[in-house]
């Protein structure tokens, strides 16, 4: 971890990463963390530190040990050399999480493509230590040129996804092409806030939902008609701290949902210790997108568990509805009124949320058709 980092940060880090594995099928047994100016660029960490997880690793039955920072492929063979176990880095996790998850054709091609250009600059360090691998966590990779030295195959494997995605791209431009002239609507937001729960709420339709990071990969649409003035509504992939770059890039035709959207419902886990700093990490995602420029409602769900862990039972009626007044009145200055707060399990103000999103929704169509008052179905 950067020198200057609390050590609420690390901890909420390291719980994030210990999600991750769980949601890839590990269990967490020992955490380590070392503070450090610039990480050490042969094992990463320092030499004691590394002694010191591997004399722990070595009394326990350990056959797994991740970084949260990303390895170049030279320290993943070092430190593997060190320790005698596998080793990922958050991104390879990440990956692999997407790889399990990938169920139709363009996301199993997106992730493969990801997953060859995690590979490709770590090409010269890295193949001793993918031969060692074996199975589990971390080794759906992306076939058997995994395990091929020549870098030549790799990149021209490269250029054949692209060319694929380019072919879905194609499609996914003509089935938006066909929507019409409805305005559109985007759920975004980091992982695991919520948003599924929220489409199935608004759209009444079945959405896959669970309580693990990155449920979906696909974009799920639907049409949504609220007294009588129709939208489309789009469930989109969550964001996360450090997503990799090249997976983003992959993503890009899954993406253009939220770039091409008119309007961006923000939803935010209001009940997690860290819920600003997923604030930021969805903004600056946006940025990244460019997209960070559309009308958006900040979403602040799951009040029911941020009630229920912020104030103790015995708490005075009276000075928990104060306490509450105040976040509100903090964000609707933050967000010049553009928020709500809500639990989409308990459908808690789903009707006054509604009423919001008609009312920006009839404004987009007001803008877009300025002779019609409102676009009805």
């Known amino acids: 971890m950067p020198q200057g980092k609390s050590e609420a940060h690390i901890t909420e880090y390291l719980d994030e990463l210990s999600f991750l594995a769980e949601t890839a099928g590990a269990k967490e047994v020992k955490r380590f963390y070392q503070k450090l100016d610039h990480p050490d660029s042969k094992t990463f960490l320092g030499k004691g530190k590394l002694e010191e997880i591997k004399k722990y690793i070595d009394s326990h039955v350990v056959d797994l040990v991740i970084f949260d920072d990303e390895l170049t492929g030279s320290q993943l063979s070092n430190i593997e050399e060190v320790l005698k176990r596998k080793i990922i880095d958050r991104s390879d996790l990440i990956l692999d999480i997407f790889a399990s998850r990938a169920k139709t054709a363009i996301a199993k091609v997106q992730v493969e493509l990801a997953q060859y250009q995690y590979i490709l600059p770590r090409l010269k360090g890295m193949w001793k230590h993918l031969e060692r691998q074996g199975g589990g966590i971390g080794s759906r990779g992306p076939g058997e040129t995994e395990i091929e030295t020549d870098r030549r195959i790799v990149k021209d494997k490269i250029s054949l996804l692209r060319k694929r995605l380019g072919e879905f791209d194609k499609q996914a431009q003509t089935q938006r092409k066909e929507r019409g002239e409805f305005i559109r609507v985007a759920l975004v937001g980091y992982t ?110 799951k009040m029911d568990l941020y009630v229920k862990n912020t104030f103790d039972q015995w708490l005075e ?3 928990k509805e104060d306490l509450l007044l105040q976040l509100k009145k903090h964000w609707d200055s933050e ?43």
Do not use: W
């Open 192 to 301: 695991n806030v919520g948003k599924s729960t929220l489409m199935t709420v608004l759209s009444k339709s079945d959405v896959f939902v669970e309580n693990k990071l990155f449920a979906t990969l696909d974009t799920t649409t639907r049409k949504v008609v609220f007294e009588r003035t129709p939208f489309l509504l789009s469930d989109t992939v969550g964001f996360i701290r450090k997503l990799p770059h090249h997976l983003v890039e992959s993503f890009k035709s899954t993406l253009d949902e939220v770039r091409e959207a008119d309007i961006l419902l923000h939803v935010v886990d209001i009940s997690h210790l860290q819920y600003e700093d997923h604030i930021a990490v969805v903004k600056n995602t946006l940025h990244e997108l460019k997209a960070d420029d559309k009308p958006t409602i900040l979403i602040f769900n």
């Open 317 to 319: 009626e009276e000075v």
């Open 335 to 377: 967000t010049q009124n553009s928020c709500i707060f809500i639990s989409a399990t308990e459908k808690e103000n789903i009707d006054e949320l509604r009423k919001i999103l008609l009312d920006k929704v009839r404004e987009m169509y007001g803008i877009r058709y300025p002779y019609k008052t409102v676009f009805y179905e």
